[in-house]
């Protein structure tokens, strides 16, 4: 049972008395028993969430209604800042424009998560999916619910961010504690089991994901498991097709580490990659898809029997059609020092599992696209302060307009123009950056940088017969098919490929529509030559 001094707070805010205690004994009545509840005037809502946390309490999710209340929403972030916090309207209220213009404000500042329907009849089982959705999502936030494995490692060591990384990639919750000195890295698995310093792809088979495949025919195989890869076995599985998904790491590509997608067509209140990445993994699942994670393709022929597949093992997979869907890789900082510190205050990539180990803590990230917007609002829950280096003078060409407006709302972000790290420095770990602006350096100390600043293609193993770009992105045709015949490309990995996940969904089932078509002509009996 949990314990009441521990329990997480759902916080309401309205002048109105009797709609508050309305609401109040409908969130009671279903939560009573694992959340405290607080109610308030609109205008005491700072004033009650500074005294909850002087108190040393969590909170959950703060609800608060229009009419004056939206504006203090704003600060609960900086008190509270895995809370989740949404406008209460009611029925038909997006109908009122004045309502409407204030949800669209609110969330364009970053001041709320979400508006939510002021509940109704009872039991209104709309309003509780959207309240267990935000406690989930704050939660998720904190690092708490149930974990699925405990990182047992010195807690800031290259191998700990290895391991995390690897947990996420695969949706398994985690959490982290230090081990004893000189003690090698360890996992122990919610089953009481222990593996010592495991490897990613020992880390994946405990837990029960598919790392080994023997070798077989299918009838598509599809390299990369992001989201034009998901796409792909979803659409390929789901339309009869025997299919076969290979990734060298886990699941979700990319979009797994984005903490938060606002973009893809169903989520208006977004959803984080990791989730999404999973969802799809186990919807092509169910279709009958095979998936091989933590192995890398090395290569890729035509043979009598169809194009064969090889794997860095060794193991051959035959199909009669191949899906590119490999994504691209983060370009590195050429920068002296950086290197020797990569997984050890220095990452790639919004690195979102690295986030609550930088919590109270100074963090740099270079970078001016909306990854890196998206990355400096997660990392601001945590640390102290982002301060986000820019060679340019403005982000307004890189970034989309609400995540700018977002990271002006935001205390704890800075953004330096004309920036740029030109040193790194650190006893095993980064301790400071040498920053450089208009001229003038200057060191400063810095507990993690994080680099986004584009990213390349890896197509170097393909054969020479598919055609690429001068980037080395592949090229691809109307239906997505490649310069080989029988072999066909989606998502980033592709020439003049949009970048956004929607995209690369699409693509992966544009590319299984044209798998159909050069299916059914290579079925078809040529015409005898006379
Ligand atoms: C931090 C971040 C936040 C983002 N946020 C958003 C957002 O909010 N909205 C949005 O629309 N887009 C967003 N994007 C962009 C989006 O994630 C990408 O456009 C999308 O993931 C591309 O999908 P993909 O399947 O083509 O490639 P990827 O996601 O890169 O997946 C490629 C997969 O192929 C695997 N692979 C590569 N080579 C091999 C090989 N030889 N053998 C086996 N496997 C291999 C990789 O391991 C990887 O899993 C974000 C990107 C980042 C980095």
Redesign the pocket.
């Known amino acids: 049972m949990t314990d009441s001094a521990l329990k997480p707070y759902l916080v309401v805010a309205d002048d109105d008395r009797t709609r508050r205690d309305g609401v109040i004994e409908e969130l009671r009545s279903r939560y009573g028993g694992d959340y405290e509840l607080h109610a308030c005037a609109a205008d005491r809502l700072t004033h009650a969430l500074e005294e909850l946390r002087a108190a040393g309490a969590t909170v959950a999710v703060v609800l608060a209604t229009c009419e004056g209340s939206a504006e203090h929403l704003a600060g609960v972030r900086r008190l509270f800042p895995t809370a989740r916090r949404a406008l209460l309207i009611p029925w038909l209220g997006w109908a009122n424009p004045e309502t409407a213009e204030l949800v669209l404000r609110a969330m364009a500042r970053g001041w709320i998560d979400l508006y939510v329907l002021q509940p109704g009849r009872r039991p209104d089982e709309i309003f509780h999916r959207t309240i267990t959705e935000l406690l989930q999502e704050s939660a998720r936030l904190r690092g708490e619910g149930p974990a699925g494995a405990t990182v047992v490692a010195d807690t800031r060591s290259v191998r700990a961010h290895e391991l995390r990384s690897t947990l996420s990639g695969l949706g398994i919750p985690h959490r982290v504690r230090p081990g004893d000195e000189g003690a090698p890295p360890a996992v122990t698995l919610a089953d009481g089991s222990v593996l010592i310093d495991p490897s990613p792809g020992e880390l994946a088979r405990a837990l029960g994901f598919p790392t080994e495949i023997e070798p077989h025919d299918a009838d598509v195989v599809v390299?990369?498991?992001?989201?034009?890869?998901?796409g792909a076995a979803v659409y390929a599985a789901s339309e009869g097709l025997r299919t076969t998904v290979?990734?060298?790491?886990?699941?979700?590509?990319?979009?797994?580490?984005?903490?938060?997608?606002?973009?893809?067509l169903g989520f208006p209140r977004g959803l984080g990659?990791g989730e999404l990445a999973q969802r799809a993994y186990q919807q092509a699942w169910l279709f009958g898809t095979r998936f091989r994670l933590t192995?890398?393709?090395?290569a890729l022929e035509r043979r009598e029997g169809g194009l064969v597949v090889r794997c860095a093992d060794g193991v051959e997979v035959t199909a009669r059609a191949v899906v590119l869907?490999?994504?691209?890789e983060y370009r590195r900082l050429e920068v002296p020092g950086l290197v020797e510190l990569e997984g050890a205050g220095v990452y790639y990539?919004?690195a979102i599992s690295e986030a609550r180990a930088v919590e109270g803590e100074e963090v740099y990230l270079v970078g001016g696209g909306?990854?890196a917007g998206?990355?400096a609002l997660h990392l601001a829950r945590y640390a102290r302060r982002v301060t986000i280096l820019v060679r340019g003078d403005t982000l307004a060409s890189s970034m989309s307009q609400y995540l700018i407006d977002a990271l002006d709302e935001t205390p704890n972000i800075d953004v330096r123009f004309h920036a740029s790290v030109v040193g790194a420095a650190g006893e095993g770990r980064l301790e400071s950056l040498e920053l450089e602006r208009e001229g003038a350096r200057e060191t400063v100390a810095a507990a993690a940088l994080f680099v986004?600043i584009g990213a390349r293609p890896?197509t170097d193993?393909l054969p020479e017969e598919i055609e690429r770009d001068e980037w080395g992105y592949v090229v691809t045709g109307p239906n997505k098919e490649t310069t080989m015949p029988g072999v066909f490309a989606?998502?980033?990995?592709t020439s003049r490929?949009v970048?956004?996940?929607?995209?690369?969904v699409g693509a992966?089932a544009l590319a299984i529509s044209g798998v159909h078509a050069y299916l059914a002509e290579e079925a078809t009996p040529r015409p005898a030559r006379s």
């Open positions: 390299i990369g498991a992001g989201p034009a890869g998901l290979i990734d060298s790491g886990a699941v979700g590509g990319q979009a797994g580490s984005s903490s938060l997608i606002r973009n893809y990659g192995e890398r393709v090395v869907a490999l994504g691209v990539g919004a909306n990854s998206q990355a986004l890896l193993w989606a998502g980033d990995v490929s970048k956004r996940v929607a995209s690369a992966g």
